[in-house]
């Protein structure tokens, strides 16, 4: 075959075109299958996730059937999307359907992104149905989870106290001031208070403990009566009026 150089360069150049355009068609449709199944998950994405921000403001607005409804859709849409494990409780609690806020909220505990906020749900149903026994267990486990958690410390604090368990009640106080949730003049007083409960529960069975404890908590907070008082009674049981006299000034 023989032709002009020019000729021969614009074959080449057809050539080198012809083959991109083919090279690129099969490349289309080689990959048409993929990109058209990202397409559809795109959609069914798009369509979960608008039907969770629905759902949310439907539960917000105390709309249990739309928040039901679009519950279902998102958690077809989203499989693995936490946020629909929360709506999907917020609808059941507006149905008063307990056994599925139950079980919802022990499937978000057995995950590790929504451990903390399934334990919370399960203590908030625990303490609705009066199982206090339970409603601890899943405060201080969530607790144990992160020391920082303000709804747990507090709901531990206030089942212990209910119990009368003032020396654990004691050690939880002293994890919220290492915890930074109380200041320490704050925890201080408190810790008083819960070293005081403990000596007026053991005043007429251990007068050495009780005084012991009394003083403890006169030392972290001069003015607390009760603290006062029972070192004073135990003081002067003892044959030290004097000691006891100084307390009760400073506690005046």
Same mark, same amino acid.
């Given at each position: 075959i023989e032709m002009s150089f020019v000729t021969g360069v614009a074959l080449a150049f057809v050539g080198v075109v012809a083959l991109w355009f083919v090279w690129s068609l099969f490349r289309r449709l080689w990959s048409s299958p993929q990109a058209v199944g990202q397409y559809w998950q795109f959609r069914k994405n798009r369509k979960g996730y608008e039907s =969770? /921000? #629905?759902?949310?403001? $439907?539960?917000?607005?105390? +709309?249990?059937?739309?928040?039901?409804?679009? $519950?279902?859709i998102a958690g077809n849409a989203l499989m693995d999307e936490p946020l629909v494990n929360v709506l999907a409780a917020q609808a059941a609690q507006l149905k008063g359907d307990r056994a599925s806020v139950k079980r919802i909220f022990e499937a978000m /505990?057995? /995950?590790? +992104?929504?451990? $903390? =906020?399934?334990? #919370?749900? =399960?203590?908030a149903e625990a303490r609705q149905a009066g199982d206090m026994a339970a409603a601890r267990a899943h405060a201080e486990k969530a607790l144990a989870l992160n020391p920082r958690l303000a709804w747990a410390s507090t709901a531990v604090l206030q089942v212990q106290s209910a119990a009368r368990d003032w020396q654990a009640a004691a050690a939880t106080i002293a994890q919220q001031a290492k915890s930074g949730l109380l200041p320490? +003049?704050?925890?201080? #007083?408190?810790?008083? /208070?819960?070293l005081a409960a403990q000596a007026l529960a053991l005043e007429d069975s251990n007068r050495v403990k009780a005084l012991e404890l009394a003083t403890r908590a006169h030392k972290l907070d001069p003015a607390l009566v009760p603290a006062a008082l029972v070192a004073a009674r135990c003081l002067i049981a003892d044959g030290s009026p004097r000691k006891a006299g100084k307390i009760l000034r400073e506690t005046w």
């Open positions: =969770l /921000s #629905r759902g949310i403001i $439907a539960a917000g607005a105390g +709309d249990a059937v739309a928040a039901s409804k679009h $519950a279902g /505990s057995k /995950s590790a +992104d929504t451990e $903390a =906020l399934g334990l #919370r749900g =399960l203590f320490a +003049d704050e925890a201080g #007083r408190k810790q008083a /208070s819960m």
